[in-house]
């Protein structure tokens, strides 16, 4: 490697770092809000309480997976016309996204808030909880087009490079978002005592009130993705633009509403053990969702900086990305779970307060921990094809490893062996392994013969 090729590697590294911190710590920040309200929920209103939210936990994410299939077409997109040095069409990119996101929230809601008692009673939730369960529910449900706009939004920045502004507002967002939960749950101040419901009012409210503040900020700053007069000229549905946008955001969609129909199909084998179990479910959920932040935030990173690399027909740097992802995600996500390991007693107690609870949570996330180093390769190779458009086969080898992996080895071993409820966890690292080697082959044989070309003209 000449002199030239080093400075350039370093100057990638450099920039990926400096990407991939800030919207690493935006997905931390993220989650603290739900962290927070299932300890508070978990240790001051019970063990039923916190499986109530277990138990919608997957339906919402089901839900939520429209959007995240949206925003990472439209990334991809505003990453290549970004790279390209193309406003027009970035902004073209941001109106068709917003107003498809909104269309897209507004009848979800209407749909999931209609029909929330059936769903949770399909999945198997306990009679003992789903009441709660479904008023909890519908409260996040009304608020689907509002969050899934500030989401979309956050990511079509992230397309420009700037991973630095969402997490500013993802600091507003989770500070007032703790700072609500203890007012509305237990009726401080003088404010109604909502309980459980709390936590939803909470996350909600929070998440209004950080996307106005955040479009009066990007006004402020003059901000390229500002919505301004020429971004509300773009709020229609540019036909061109979406089919572009379906076609690498439906398959990541789909890829992320089969996972999460894994995930309903597994709760439901879960809750035949009964709430304990549930409850043992979601504080695992809660620590699995933090392990896999450093896989899913470099998946992010690789996506836009390969799709810039495309979109400015610098293709020699994409073997530099992928390389860079890679070891970036075993030496973070290495650490984080190494962690993990050292102190699981000590954070699952962070949501239980049941002896049997934690030893069931306990055993259930020792099994699984290290296989999201695994699940993190996976995520970077299957991220660098989706940046270039080549979205199909990636989608296919995730749902196959799912479906035909995770899902039958959890119902055999659960349900045909003496291993019970741990033969549910161990689902998840064979569907990892065989999701690396299917995703590694396509890469190697496929991809990398193909001819890598721009989609923005």
Request: glycine share 8%; aromatic share 14%.
């Amino acid at each position: 490697m000449n002199a030239q090729s080093k400075e350039s590697s370093r100057l990638l590294w450099k920039s990926m770092i400096m990407f991939l911190i800030p919207l690493l710590l935006s997905n931390v920040l993220q989650s603290i809000g739900q962290l927070v309200g299932s300890i508070v929920v978990g240790r001051y209103l019970g063990v039923d309480a916190l499986a109530a939210i277990s138990a919608f936990f997957p339906l919402f994410f089901l839900l939520v997976s429209f959007a995240i299939g949206v925003g990472s077409g439209s990334s991809i997109l505003i990453g290549q016309a970004y790279g390209a040095r193309n406003e027009e069409r970035l902004k073209a990119i941001l109106g068709t996204t917003l107003t498809f996101t909104f269309i897209l929230g507004l009848a979800l809601a209407i749909v999931g808030g209609i029909f929330t008692w059936d769903i949770l009673r399909l999945v198997g939730t306990p009679d003992n909880i789903i009441e709660v369960s479904v008023h909890y529910a519908r409260i996040m449900f009304w608020s689907l087009p509002v969050m899934f706009l500030y989401f979309v939004y956050t990511t079509c920045m992230r397309g420009t490079g700037d991973s630095k502004t969402p997490f500013y507002f993802l600091i507003v967002s989770t500070v007032l978002n703790v700072a609500l939960l203890p007012l509305l749950i237990f009726g401080w101040l003088g404010l109604p005592k909502l309980g459980i419901y709390g936590a939803a009012y909470a996350s909600v409210i929070s998440t209004v009130l950080t996307f106005v503040v955040m479009l009066i900020y990007l006004r402020y700053k003059k901000h390229m993705l500002q919505f301004d007069a020429s971004v509300r000229s773009k709020l229609r549905l540019d036909w061109g633009l979406m089919k572009l946008l379906l076609r690498i955001g439906i398959p990541s969609s789909i890829s992320m509403i089969l996972v999460s129909l894994s995930e309903i199909a597994v709760i439901a084998f879960v809750n035949r053990y009964g709430s304990d179990a549930t409850a043992a479910y979601g504080a695992v959920n809660q620590v699995a969702s933090y392990v896999q932040m450093p896989a899913i935030s470099l998946g992010i990173t690789v996506s836009i900086f390969a799709a810039q690399s495309i979109g400015g027909n610098q293709l020699d740097r994409l073997k530099q990305v992928i390389r860079a992802g890679i070891l970036l995600n075993y030496i973070f996500g290495g650490v984080l779970i190494l962690f993990v390991y050292l102190f699981a007693q000590n954070i699952l107690s962070l949501f239980l307060t049941s002896e049997y609870t934690v030893e069931i949570a306990h055993r259930l996330l020792m099994i699984t921990l290290w296989s999201y180093l695994i699940f993190g390769h996976a995520q970077i190779i299957a991220a660098i094809m989706r940046a270039s458009g080549t979205v199909l086969w990636p989608t296919v080898f995730g749902i196959v490893s799912i479906w035909l992996v995770e899902v039958p080895v959890a119902y055999f071993l659960s349900f045909h062996t003496d291993l019970g409820i741990d033969g549910i966890w161990i689902g998840y690292p064979a569907a990892f392994l065989v999701s690396l080697v299917l995703q590694y082959a396509y890469y190697r044989l496929s991809w990398k013969k193909k001819k890598i070309t721009s989609l923005i003209r």
